[in-house]
């Protein structure tokens, strides 16, 4: 029956999951179970029994993944074309397209830019000056705590008086005109086209909630599939239910141990309620992991966090090879150097340095080990951290090319503006209402430049000219290069690094010359950014041999024969800004488990025994470390142990592997 390639090797649970009819489907899928594999067969398994490819949605949380499946899936079913047909994206890539077809009706205006976090403090910032809340009081919310206010109140749909009550006591005093703010801002974004990322998906549930579109827009599906649905949010739930109100023809797969993005709105119980909302839900659960060898998974099934969530046991065919290691270091710098020797020695053993990856809670610890690695001549990438579009000059040309596409898009003007010598915020917020305007009138130009301060006149004059021929340039490719030359002055005269930092805007405005749209490719940048230049120019070079450094956020859904995670004591990880809360903690336990189960062949985790005080302390103060809570008694009964530190410090230490442990004494210098 199946000759076309998509059920091969597939295993019972996985071929049930692919061949399943139309009821509501749901797939609980512990790590390592394919996931992908099977949601990729599904989609092919579903144009071989006659769904048209373009009546299938596949949604995701990352460009690459939606890229990977719809293509993997339609090379495997009998219609290699249907790549082109299929429809799928991230939540926000998909909503992006569909609100821009559908201005009119939600009354925007025609040219559109999508804010990232960044661009909404800016434009926050624009605004609370009108407000009252600006000022060198220290008691004044900042616009970064605004914006966290503000998507709060989005996100779980509280109103803002509510929550400040409730979350924010110490803005009380200001309640009325931050509510009177929060209304101006959101008026203000409409009017200018501006839409972060909550708004996007808002405006895709309004559209499906509109009698009128909505049923037309959810009729144009046959097959709804979301992947890692334990990362989905409220409103990403909404949307999901107005395009299969019944059920029927969705297909959700998710894993809620490893959801791990709480801190934007998502809730891992979306997917534990998500049977309850229909009648005939069936759901299948894959255990068979086809990554890990079995030691591995013994420390995975004991790590797993069950918290009111589903029960799943890990089990593989792959027999052999070591347990997983814990490794003791007497500090930081011996923690650098034990990685480091470790790398070496698997690849004195036949192994690639891609082979390898070293896992951190959070991008700056591995700052000692680059050191390590780059004296000891180990090349490597790092994923996570700082994204590449949070570069400054990035940041300058995508504002650079959104002005040239929206005109009124105030927030990237206010940064352009700031690059001159000369202008800072003030002068910047009095030149917004002539460059800005929603009706230009006259020689704005000319009005622009004779308001700006006398030594920024000339520059200023000279950048205002390039984007107006930018505008008037029709083909995407002349338009992003015209833009990148009216900023290259302002990026030399910037930028000491201006060099390097050309480099990397040259290839992204390459990259922007193969879009059939700019907008459209400056907003896909904005939802889904490249973590480097090489992210636009695809995968690195195949000879290429490095060992790659990353969050575990960055590195969820991957894979490696060899993963190494550091830093695993208390107040690393877990984070010490979880510690307080149960919440908090839950999250990076999840973070944890996802972080073993990264591994294929070999798993080490490294605990440096001493931490010291300050990430950039001038002292060299350091004080005990208590080895991560999670590697508890229960995980070292299924670990080995290497100590790299006297006895004498490893008893002082490791109180949480003793039988007996006397909390209340622990309790007081937690
Ligand atoms: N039926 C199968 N036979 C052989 N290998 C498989 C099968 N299904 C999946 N795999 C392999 O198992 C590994 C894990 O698969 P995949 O990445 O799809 O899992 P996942 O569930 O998305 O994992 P995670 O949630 O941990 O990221 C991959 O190397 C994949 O090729």
Redesign the pocket.
């Known amino acids: 029956m199946f000759d076309n390639g998509w059920d091969a090797?597939?295993?019972d649970p996985?071929l049930a999951a692919a061949t399943h009819g139309d009821a509501p489907l749901i797939i609980l899928?512990?790590?390592?179970?394919?996931?992908?594999?099977?949601l990729t067969a599904r989609v092919a398994s579903l144009i071989d029994r006659g769904v048209p490819p373009e009546r299938i949605l596949l949604l995701t949380f990352t460009r690459r993944a939606a890229d990977d499946m719809l293509s993997r899936a339609a090379a495997m079913c009998t219609q290699p074309e249907a790549a082109r047909r299929l429809q799928g994206g991230t939540f926000h890539a998909v909503a992006h397209q569909l609100v821009s077809r559908h201005t009119e009706s939600l009354g925007l205006p025609a040219e559109m830019s999508v804010l990232d976090r960044a661009d909404s403090v800016d434009a926050m910032d624009l605004l609370r000056h009108d407000h009252g809340l600006a000022g060198q009081d220290s008691r004044m919310p900042n616009p970064s705590a605004l914006i966290d206010l503000y998507s709060r109140a989005v996100s779980t749909g509280t109103p803002a008086r509510k929550l400040i009550a409730t979350d924010f006591p110490w803005l009380e005093t200001h309640t009325d005109a931050i509510v009177g703010l929060f209304r101006a801002y959101t008026t203000r974004k409409r009017e200018r086209g501006l839409l972060d990322f909550d708004d996007l998906l808002l405006a895709w549930r309004s559209l499906l909630d509109d009698p009128v579109l909505g049923p037309e827009l959810a009729g144009r599906y046959d097959h709804v599939l979301v992947d890692e649905y334990q990362d989905v949010n409220q409103t990403q739930v909404d949307i999901v239910l107005g395009l299969r109100p019944t059920g029927r023809g969705l297909t959700v797969?998710g894993?809620d141990a490893?959801a791990i993005y709480a801190f934007r709105g998502s809730d891992s119980n979306h997917l534990i309620n998500l049977g309850a909302a229909f009648d005939d839900p069936t759901i299948i659960s894959?255990e068979?992991?086809?990554?890990s060898r079995q030691r591995l998974l013994d420390l995975a099934n004991a790590v797993r966090p069950v918290a009111a969530g589903h029960r799943l046991q890990l089990h593989s065919r792959r027999d052999g090879g070591h347990r997983a290691r814990l490794v003791r270091c007497h500090d930081a710098p011996a923690e650098a150097r034990a990685i480091a020797e470790a790398v070496l020695a698997h690849a004195a053993d036949g192994r690639r340095l891609r082979d390898q990856a070293v896992l951190m809670r959070t991008g700056h610890h591995s700052d000692l080990l680059e050191v390590e690695l780059t004296a000891r001549q180990i090349p490597y990438v790092k994923f996570g951290g700082l994204k590449f579009l949070e570069a400054a000059h990035v940041k300058d040309l995508v504002a650079t090319l959104r002005v040239a596409s929206n005109r009124v898009d105030e927030v990237a003007w206010y940064r352009l503006l700031r690059l001159h010598d000369g202008i800072g915020p003030a002068r910047a917020r009095e030149l917004l209402p002539i460059v800005a305007a929603a009706d230009l009138s006259g020689d704005w130009v000319a009005d622009a430049v004779a308001a700006a301060p006398a030594m920024s006149r000339v520059s200023l004059a000279s950048t205002l000219d390039g984007i107006g021929q930018a505008r008037g340039r029709g083909r995407v490719a002349d338009r992003a290069a015209t833009c990148l030359a009216a900023l290259r002055p302002l990026v030399v005269a910037r930028y000491a690094d201006s060099v390097a930092r050309l480099g990397d805007l040259d290839r992204l405005v390459a990259a922007a010359a193969l879009a059939p749209d700019l907008a459209a490719f400056v907003a896909e940048l904005t939802l889904d950014p490249p973590a480097s230049t090489s992210d636009l120019a695809g995968p690195p070079h195949l000879d290429d041999d490095y060992l790659v450094l990353s969050t575990v956020h960055s590195a969820?859904?991957?894979?490696w024969p060899i993963v190494h995670v550091m830093h695993l004591v208390d107040g690393a990880f877990p984070s010490d800004m979880a510690l307080t809360s149960n919440d908090g903690l839950l999250e990076e336990q999840r973070l944890f488990y996802?972080a073993v189960?990264?591994a294929?062949d070999e798993l080490a985790l490294y605990a440096p025994l001493r931490m010291p005080h300050h990430r950039f302390g001038r002292d060299d103060k350091h004080s005990f470390a208590q080895i991560s809570r999670f590697i508890d008694d229960d995980a070292m009964k299924v670990m080995d142990v290497l100590d790299l530190v006297p006895v004498r410090e490893v008893a002082a230490v490791a109180p949480r592997s003793a039988r007996v442990r006397m909390p209340e004494l622990d309790d007081l210098w937690a």
């Open positions: 090797g597939l295993d996985q899928a512990g790590a390592g179970t394919g996931k992908t594999r099977t797969v894993d490893q894959l068979r992991n086809f990554r969820k859904g991957l894979e996802v189960t990264r294929a």
